[in-house]
């Protein structure tokens, strides 16, 4: 059965986009990944923080990169890496006496198989390590792991199911424990498509000719919504709104399952599109808002935990991506 689009079999249990990694998989068609290199940065404005007069920017950057490194008609084996670079203008002190650290990073890489069962149907697993901190990979307090495993199969052309069961110690909620999930994708149409599962879902719906809608959540730590208009050819003006969180695990916190969060929301336009066939880019500007850092074991526990807030500020930034090979 062929399948001209993606669908998610994966639940992205990291609301850190940084840390999040596209696992969609083009079903039916296993052995046809491409490289894909994905390079992001942006800028927020210089604002005071917590009242103080003192300002601070922040200014990040990323990369990624996943390759099939080896691959036939139903197998294929991958190797994803990932590189993060956050920034401050200055170090702001936390409400506990500590202080957030005016650089951390987040770096990793991961492995991932594939296997086409039949028509329709296929198992997969992922694991991924790496370092989320400011001193990247000087203890195992600053690691990261995580993995999960699959399996998916197509009850017709429109319908595909997706179980799995995923662990991780970096969620913004119940780390180190192994958690089932399911995925339902229904394709409608061409012009609709809706993934929703246990804790997320997502919707891609062109509902005029130049016009169309996509939604993304995983409730309630991550929402991400944009509605698009097609200018020239395969061009598009957006407007976006976005609430997300970033996690760190700061070298010299005094509890091991704290984590330091960077919570955030914004509003912006955009404009992307292709630049040649393999080579695309997306430009955004917007404000950033409801900005602050708190250490806390869960996203759940921030009302409780002392915070550094940031006053709202002008950003812009730009995604480079890029895919070669079959």
């Given at each position: 059965m062929k399948i001209a689009m993606r669908i998610f079999v994966m639940i992205c249990l990291v609301a850190?986009?940084?840390?999040a990694l596209d696992f969609s998989l083009p079903m039916g068609q296993v052995g046809s990944r491409k490289t894909r290199v994905l390079y992001r940065g942006s800028f927020q404005g210089?604002?005071?923080y917590s009242g103080r007069t003192e300002k601070t920017s922040v200014y990040q950057q990323g990369l990624g990169l996943v390759i099939p490194?080896?691959?036939?008609?139903?197998?294929?084996?991958?190797?994803?890496l990932r590189g993060q670079r956050f920034a401050l203008s200055g170090a702001a002190p936390l409400a506990v006496a500590?202080?957030?650290?005016?650089?951390?990073y987040n770096v990793g890489m991961g492995v991932g198989y594939a296997h086409q069962?039949?028509?329709?149907?296929?198992?997969?697993?992922?694991?991924?390590?790496?370092?989320?901190?400011?001193?990247?990979?000087?203890?195992?307090?600053?690691n990261t792991m995580g993995a999960t495993t699959m399996y998916g199969w197509s009850k017709s052309a429109q319908e595909h199911w997706t179980l799995l069961v995923n662990y991780s110690n970096n969620r913004p909620f119940l780390n180190n424990i192994p958690l089932p999930g399911f995925a339902y994708?229904?394709?409608?149409?061409p012009n609709f498509r809706i993934t929703a599962g246990a804790p997320f879902a997502l919707v891609a719906w062109k509902f005029a000719p130049l016009w169309s809608l996509d939604f993304f959540t995983i409730a309630p730590w991550t929402v991400r919504t944009a509605i698009g208009y097609q200018v020239a050819g395969f061009y598009q003006l957006y407007g976006a709104g976005e609430f997300d969180q970033q996690m760190f695990l700061r070298r010299d916190r005094a509890v091991r399952k704290e984590r330091l969060f960077y919570d955030e929301k914004k509003l912006s336009i955009g404009f992307k599109g292709p630049v040649t066939r393999e080579l695309g880019f997306d430009f955004n500007a917007g404000y950033a808002f409801a900005r602050s850092f708190f250490e806390a074991e869960q996203y759940r526990d921030r009302?409780?935990?002392?915070?550094?807030?940031?006053?709202?500020?002008?950003?812009?930034?730009?995604?480079?991506?890029m895919s070669f090979g079959e």
């Open positions: 850190s986009s940084a840390q210089n604002e005071h490194v080896a691959k036939t008609a139903k197998d294929t084996w991958t190797l994803s500590s202080m957030i650290p005016d650089r951390m069962i039949k028509t329709g149907r296929f198992w997969g697993m992922n694991a991924d390590y790496g370092s989320a901190s400011d001193h990247p990979f000087t203890s195992t307090r600053v994708t229904y394709i409608a149409s009302r409780k935990a002392p915070r550094t807030r940031l006053d709202s500020a002008w950003f812009a930034g730009l995604s480079v991506s």
